[in-house]
Structures are given as structure tokens and as C-alpha cells.
């Protein structure tokens, strides 16, 4: 089962506790079909209904180079460490200086190359082999020796994932990924709360309606658990911010239908809200 739910990046319980937290997504797959396949569907599924995400947490097994490229032109970016663990050779290719278009700039001695060939995604770079013959580093660099001079020879998905596997060491990505644990404890109560593992039906179409459903029941007790933290935490003014947040809401409501009706197309309108949560999968 695929679950897609938003998340709120913020260190303070009692805040994360007046944050409304809903799952967004719910696919049910066989075991047959492989799980990546299910992001950019569940992507498109949520574009579709205007909760599409600005940013995506996911596993290893959702995060390769083809997933990253298309739910980049989706509009979403998705914060995934690389699958496998780099050679001894592959892994120091992070440590080249790339320029934005993809170019290699220096060596991780910070020695220029001498010259760069391009072929479709494939791509060269020539090092003075008297650089490359007195560096410490060379019994693990990916270059390679030549009659004169030393190459460097990669592909543009292989600097992309070096790339990556150099991000994924700082300490942003670190602080960006750390929510993806959140979805474990979302799956937990989705069980605890539905007993969604012990379902009465049989069928993948009883099952993913009984899904879909239970997910609906799951974001309603979050809902009423959010309103009574915030009304805890607004005292006797909760009821006061309650209304007005339902008065904007009403009032958002009305232009939209009234837009609609003047406008006699079908366009979909995504009303910019009040809050907005990333999102993990």
C-alpha cells in the first residue's frame, strides 16, 4: 500500500499539534507491481485535486534518477537518498567541481582540465598527467591513463547521482530527511486506528475503496483532534478563530463558484491557503 502524507517541519510539539496533518494519497498495489512505479502516479493523482507537493520525502526505492527527472517536471522535487553504495572509484567523483550545465571545473585537487568533450551525455575531461601522476588521490579517482594524459570519462546520470550522493552528506539534507520518518508513525496509526491489515472484503476494487475510506476516517479524528488543541490553545478565543477561518472559507467558496459561472470553462482554481505542509511518501 502506497500512503502520501504532509508533514510539519517545525521542532515544537505543542505548534505540531495545531497543525493539521492529512494523508493525501492512497493506492493499493499487488505484490507483483513494483513500488516505485507508484510515485509519479500518486504525484499526478494529487496535482489533479490541487494537493500536488512542492517537496516529496520517499525511501531510497522511490528516489531514482528517473522518478527525480519526472517529478521534477511535475513541479515537485523529491528528497531521496541514492539507492547502493558508491565503489571505492564512484564515490570520489562527488568530490569534482561541476559547473551548472554539468561541466567539470576542477579535480578535487582543484586542478583545471585541459580540455572537455562533449557526445550527447557523455562526456570527457582531460588532465595534465604530471598533476595526476604526483596526487595522493589517484588510487581512488575514477580517472583513467592514457599515453599522454590522464581522462575522465562520465555520463550525465552518474554526475547527477554523485551530485546527490555528495548533497546527502551536509547537514541540510540531513536536517530535510530526518521527517521522512514521520510516514512510519502514519502507517502505525493508520492500522492501529482502521485496522486497515484485517479488512472483511476480498477483491483489489472492494479493498481500495475500504482503503480510500478508512484514510477519509484517519484525516477526520486528525482534524478534531487539531481543533481541540487549538482550542485549548486559543482559550476563549478559539471559538472566535474558528469562525473566521470559516467565514474565509465560505467566502472563498462563493467567488469560486461565481468565477466558474462567468467564466463557462472548465478550469480548475487552486486558491493559494492559508497553510502549507510538505509532504512525504
Not at 499539534?17 to 500518486?42: F, G, M, N, W
Not at 477526520?220 to 474558528?242: E, N
Request: glycine letters at 6%; one cysteine or more.
Amino acid at each position: 500500500m502506497q500512503l502520501e502524507d504532509t508533514y510539519c517541519d517545525s521542532d515544537d510539539k505543542e505548534f505540531r499539534e495545531r497543525t493539521l496533518k492529512l494523508i493525501t494519497h492512497v493506492e493499493v498495489q499487488s505484490a507483483c507491481e513494483h513500488a516505485a512505479a507508484a510515485l509519479i502516479p500518486a504525484i499526478e493523482s494529487t496535482k489533479e485535486r490541487g494537493l500536488a507537493p512542492k517537496e516529496l520525502l520517499a525511501d531510497s526505492l522511490y528516489g531514482g534518477e528517473d522518478n527525480c527527472l519526472a517529478a521534477k517536471k511535475e513541479g515537485t522535487e523529491v528528497v531521496s537518498p541514492t539507492m547502493g553504495a558508491p565503489g571505492e572509484k564512484g564515490a570520489l567523483l562527488s568530490d569534482f567541481t561541476f559547473s551548472e550545465t554539468g561541466t567539470v571545473i576542477a579535480c578535487p585537487n582543484d586542478h583545471k582540465p585541459l580540455k572537455i568533450k562533449h557526445k550527447g551525455t557523455r562526456h570527457t575531461a582531460v588532465f595534465n598527467a604530471l598533476h595526476c601522476d604526483n596526487c595522493p588521490l589517484l588510487a581512488r579517482c575514477p580517472v583513467k591513463k592514457g599515453k599522454q594524459r590522464y581522462y575522465l570519462r562520465y555520463e550525465d546520470k552518474a554526475r547527477r547521482v554523485a551530485q546527490r550522493r555528495a548533497s546527502e552528506r551536509t547537514d541540510e539534507f540531513k536536517d530535510r530527511y530526518r521527517w521522512r520518518a514521520g510516514i512510519e508513525a502514519s502507517m502505525s496509526e493508520y492500522d492501529r486506528r482502521t485496522g486497515i491489515k484485517r479488512l472483511r472484503v476480498r477483491g483489489m476494487k472492494a479493498v481500495r475503496y475500504c482503503a480510500i475510506l478508512k484514510a477519509i476516517g484517519l484525516n477526520l479524528y486528525r482534524a478534531a483532534a487539531v481543533k481541540k488543541a487549538r482550542k485549548a490553545f486559543y482559550g476563549p478565543f478559539g471559538s472566535l478563530v474558528g469562525t473566521i477561518f470559516q467565514l474565509l472559507s465560505g467566502v472563498k467558496e462563493l467567488l469560486c463558484k461565481h468565477w466558474l459561472l462567468e467564466s463557462r470553462s472548465n478550469v480548475k482554481i487552486n486558491i493559494c491557503r492559508l497553510h502549507y505542509c510538505n509532504q512525504a511518501a
